[in-house]
C-alpha cells in the first residue's frame, strides 16, 4: 500500500514516542549522571508552575481539538484545520506544551537532562512530524492552511 500524506501525516505517533523516550532517558541519566540545578526551594516552585503551564497548554489544546470533533492523534489525518484557542498562537501547542512541561521536571526535580533532552526531542519532532504534518495540512485545507501557516508561528517565534 502506498502512502499519502494527503490522508494522513506519518505511519507511526512520533511525538508522544520521542517526548516520552526524552523523559525516560532525562530520568535515567539524572540517576546515573547528575545534571543539577542551583537547587533551593524558589526553583523548584518555579519549575513547578512551568511544569503545570505547559500541561495546561496541552489540555486546553486538547480540549479545542475535541469541541472541533477533529482527530487527536499526530499519525492519523485531520477532520479540521482548528486555528483558534491556543492554536491562534502557536501552530502547534500540544508540542509546545509537551517542551514546557519538560523544561519543568528539569527545574522542579533538580535534573537538567530534561532540558536537554526537551529540547532535543522538539528538534526531532519538528523534522520527524511537524514538517509532515504541515504537508498534510497543506494537501487537506489548502488556501486556508496557507492564510493560517503565514500568520501563525510554528512554535513562537
Not at 483558534?84 to 501552530?91: A, E, I, L, V
Amino acid at each position: 500500500m502506498k502512502f499519502d500524506i494527503a490522508v494522513r501525516p506519518n505511519i507511526l505517533p512520533w511525538p508522544p514516542i520521542i517526548y516520552v523516550a526524552a523523559a525516560l532517558a532525562a530520568y535515567g541519566l539524572g540517576r546515573l549522571v547528575p545534571l543539577a540545578f542551583v537547587r533551593d526551594r524558589a526553583v523548584g516552585m518555579a519549575g513547578a508552575a512551568v511544569l503545570l503551564a505547559g500541561v495546561a497548554l496541552d489540555l486546553w489544546a486538547m480540549a479545542t481539538m475535541w469541541r472541533a470533533k477533529t482527530n487527536i492523534l499526530p499519525h492519523r489525518g485531520a477532520d479540521a484545520l482548528i486555528t483558534s484557542g491556543p492554536f491562534r498562537f502557536t501552530r502547534n501547542p500540544i508540542y509546545l506544551g509537551n517542551t514546557i512541561a519538560m523544561l519543568g521536571l528539569s527545574a522542579t526535580f533538580d535534573n537538567g537532562w530534561f532540558s536537554v533532552l526537551g529540547l532535543g526531542a522538539a528538534i526531532t519532532v519538528d523534522h520527524l512530524a511537524i514538517r509532515r504534518e504541515e504537508a498534510h495540512l497543506a494537501a487537506r485545507f489548502g488556501e486556508a492552511w496557507i492564510a493560517y501557516s503565514a500568520r501563525t508561528p510554528r512554535w513562537l517565534y
